[in-house]
T-cell receptor, first 112, second 109 residues
Framework: DGGITQSPKYLFRKEGQNVTLSCEQN?????MYWYRQDPGQGLRLIYY???????QKGDIAEGYSVSREKKESFPLTVTSAQKNPTAFYLC???????????FGSGTRLTVV | SQQGEEDPQALSIQEGENATMNCSYK?????LQWYRQNSGRGLVHLIL?????REKHSGRLRVTLDTSKKSSSLLITASRAADTASYFC?????????FGAGTQVVVTP
């Protein structure tokens, strides 16, 4: 089955540590996205990539970094520079001629 | 900043009733999409309506789009307890997607 997989589902980290969230898709989609969702709020775009080896900052990129070395993979690193990293992180992908995004099931990051 | 703004923020109805929620946006769009999110899960794409379309149906879902008013509505007919979720609109403005804050719908048996 084609889909998009995020791991882990839950992640706990100490303040000051970097952490990397995984996102893998086997849909052959060119574009991939990372969103952050805070309780009771909508999604805010962190980074997106429309093609391998290229990515762009979204609305709230500060304190985050990404890479896109393979079409299937778009990992997100939450760095210690991110002031309020505790949130629900969603990865999505989209393809040419395909309506809408396909979302992963999310990673809930808690920094203590 | 958020392009789409959903209204109401929350909605509570009984099974069998219809649920209507609205989305307003600010700039020109290629298309508008509606998504559902169950608690703690990812978003599921429900329906896409293009800027040259006025109405679209999918099962118990009916979406309208009024580009002159920059607004869209999602109607869920004959609601079920399983429809309990948050519903988000997302606007696509030439590849730039923006999501609203969502409408939380609770359907009670």
């Amino acid at each position: 089955d084609g889909g998009i997989t995020q791991s882990p589902k839950y992640l706990f980290r100490k303040e000051g540590q970097n952490v990397t969230l995984s996102c893998e898709q086997n849909l052959n989609h060119d574009a991939m996205y990372w969103y952050r969702q805070d309780p009771g709020q909508g999604l805010r775009l962190i980074y997106y990539s429309q093609i391998v080896n290229d990515f762009q900052k979204g609305d709230i990129a500060e304190g985050y970094s990404v890479s896109r070395e393979k079409k299937e993979s778009f990992p997100l690193t939450v760095t210690s520079a991110q002031k309020n990293p505790t949130a629900f992180y969603l990865c999505a992908s989209s393809g040419q001629g395909v309506g809408g995004y396909t979302f992963g099931s999310g990673t809930r990051l808690t920094v203590v | 900043s958020q392009q789409g703004e959903e209204d109401p923020q929350a909605l509570s109805i009984q099974e069998g009733e219809n649920a209507t929620m609205n989305c307003s946006y600010k700039t020109s769009i290629n298309n508008l999409q509606w998504y559902r999110q169950n608690s703690g899960r990812g978003l599921v794409h429900l329906i896409l309506i293009r800027s040259n379309e006025r109405e679209k149906h999918s099962g118990r879902l009916r979406v309208t789009l009024d580009t002159s008013k920059k607004s869209s509505s999602l109607l869920i007919t004959a609601s079920r307890a399983a429809d309990t979720a948050s519903y988000f609109c997302a606007t696509d403005s030439w590849g730039k997607f923006q999501f609203g804050a969502g409408t939380q719908v609770v359907v009670t048996p």
